[in-house]
T-cell receptor, first 110, second 114 residues
Framework: SQELEQSPQSLIVQEGKNLTINCTSSKTLYGLYWYKQKYGEGLIFLMMLQKGGEEKSHEKITAKLDEKKQQSSLHITASQPSHAGIYLCGADGGNTPLVFGKGTRLSVIA | DTGVSQDPRHKITKRGQNVTFRCDPISEHNRLYWYRQTLGQGPEFLTYFQNEAQLEKSRLLSDRFSAERPKGSFSTLEIQRTEQGDSAMYLC????????????FGSGTQLSVL
């Protein structure tokens, strides 16, 4: 079965700093999804990447997919307290329900 | 725009009791998913429906768990004879259906088994 490994597990950054979260898959990626979760809440969709080399941005968040490496990265520029939360990557293994990583817990301090 | 709705938000029960959760998906969505999430972990797939048909069940779904989607609209997840290990956040998600479609999640039901 497909497994996703996220790194780091947790991250504390100072407001205004940049950061990167990585997600590595044990199998071929047919689609890679990034979600954000506030503690005790549901998941909010951020971005979906489907093709190798694809890069998408939304506000200060950029995600890239390296299909050959079976890896995706999520980069936040000039972090703000509103970016705090749990970032989860989810993988589509090809007509199977999404499998998720364990998440990266981000704290942004003033 | 009504998103995915889950009820209740929180449930506290004693070990051995039965509990039932409800999920109302986005109205035009054909697919409905149930996931379970414990502290410090990502969501784990339990089961999903295409309209009223239950298409796949995870090995995590023991015979104490049953899910239904009788008219292809809302769904219920029942846990019989709850155990402390059932304590988790139960998340429901829906999608239009088909390949590579994003899931829309509800806020979840937090279950605590005492």
């Amino acid at each position: 079965s497909q497994e996703l490994e996220q790194s780091p597990q947790s991250l504390i950054v100072q407001e205004g700093k940049n950061l990167t979260i990585n997600c590595t898959s044990s199998k071929t990626l047919y689609g890679l999804y990034w979600y954000k979760q506030k503690y005790g809440e549901g998941l909010i969709f951020l971005m979906m990447l489907q093709k190798g080399g694809e890069e998408k941005s939304h506000e200060k968040i950029t995600a890239k997919l390296d299909e050959k490496k079976q890896q995706s990265s999520l980069h936040i520029t000039a972090s703000q307290p509103s970016h705090a939360g749990i970032y989860l990557c989810g993988a589509d293994g090809g007509n199977t329900p999404l499998v998720f990583g364990k998440g990266t817990r981000l704290s942004v301090i003033a | 725009d009504t998103g995915v709705s889950q009820d209740p938000r929180h449930k506290i029960t004693k070990r051995g009791q039965n509990v039932t959760f409800r999920c109302d998906p986005i109205s035009e969505h054909n697919r409905l998913y149930w996931y379970r999430q414990t502290l410090g972990q990502g969501p784990e797939f339990l089961t999903y429906f295409q309209n009223e048909a239950q298409l796949e069940k995870s090995r995590l779904l023991s015979d104490r768990f049953s899910a239904e989607r009788p008219k292809g609209s809302f769904s219920t997840l029942e846990i019989q004879r709850t155990e402390q290990g059932d304590s988790a956040m139960y998340l429901c998600a829906s999608s239009l259906g088909g390949l590579q479609e994003k899931l829309f999640f509800g806020s979840g039901t937090q279950l605590s088994v005492l």
